[in-house]
């Protein structure tokens, strides 16, 4: 069965600090992982993927195959950052998409 | 360009009653879901449907039937509301196994159940 974890309910950070979401998950196949943001009063919306191997809004997430983690990642978090954040995991078998139970990054001035 | 479109917005029923959810998407993509959005819970997975005329279980399916009306339209009905299903529900929709699986999401339906 598939599953993936977030063990931080909420993190808080001061602003310019670096910060660390942590999302492992578990799958017997090739999973695909994505981080999804949800700013307030907006809707929910993908921030990065893994097989993009991208920087959007000075995050990054790499796809760590031994330890079975995507923990996501900024070096100088912004008061704009704060949001909940949310792991996901598409599998190879079917088009279940599955979400972990979210992290409120809370970024204190 | 709507993208998904949910509705209602919020609704309120009575122990024991019916209500459908309807979301729509108008980006011609086979995939479409139904969450449901919890504290402390995070985002859940009710229903999906691949393609036309296919759905599956999710995660949470127990309570709730959908049906895949078309490309465009997938329903989410609650038979005998329960306050355990007091919720923010979201559609979402994504190209699918052909594609990308990156989700949209609609802007969520607040339903609480009394």
New interface residues.
């Given amino acids: 069965a598939q599953r993936v974890t977030q063990p931080e309910k909420l993190l808080s950070v001061f602003k310019g600090a670096p910060v660390e979401l942590k999302c492992n998950y578990s799958y017997s196949g090739s999973p695909e992982l994505f981080w999804y943001v949800q700013y307030s009063r907006q809707r929910l919306q993908l921030l990065l993927r893994h097989i993009s191997r991208e920087s959007i809004k000075g995050f990054t997430a790499d796809l760590n195959k031994g330890e079975t983690s995507f923990h996501l990642k900024k070096p100088f978090a912004q008061e704009e950052d704060s949001a909940m954040y949310y792991c996901a995991l598409s599998g190879d078998r079917d088009d279940k998409i599955i979400f972990g139970k979210g992290t409120r990054l809370h970024i204190l001035p | 360009n709507a993208g998904v479109t949910q509705t209602p917005k919020f609704q309120v029923l009575k122990t024991g009653q019916s209500m459908t959810l309807q979301c729509a998407q108008d980006m011609n993509h086979n995939?479409m879901?139904w969450?449901r959005q919890d504290p402390?819970?995070?985002?859940?997975?009710i229903y999906?449907s691949?393609s036309e005329g296919t759905t599956?279980k999710?995660?949470v399916p127990n309570g709730y039937n959908v049906s895949r009306l078309n490309k465009r339209e997938f329903s989410l009905r609650l038979e005998s509301a329960a306050p355990s299903q007091t919720s923010v529900y979201?559609c979402?929709s994504?190209q699918?196994?052909s594609g990308?699986?990156?989700?949209t999401?609609?802007?969520?339906s607040r339903l609480t159940v009394l």
């Fill in positions: 995939s879901y969450y402390g819970m995070g985002l859940r997975l999906y691949a599956d999710g995660e979201f979402a994504t699918g196994s990308a699986n990156v989700l999401f609609g802007a969520g």
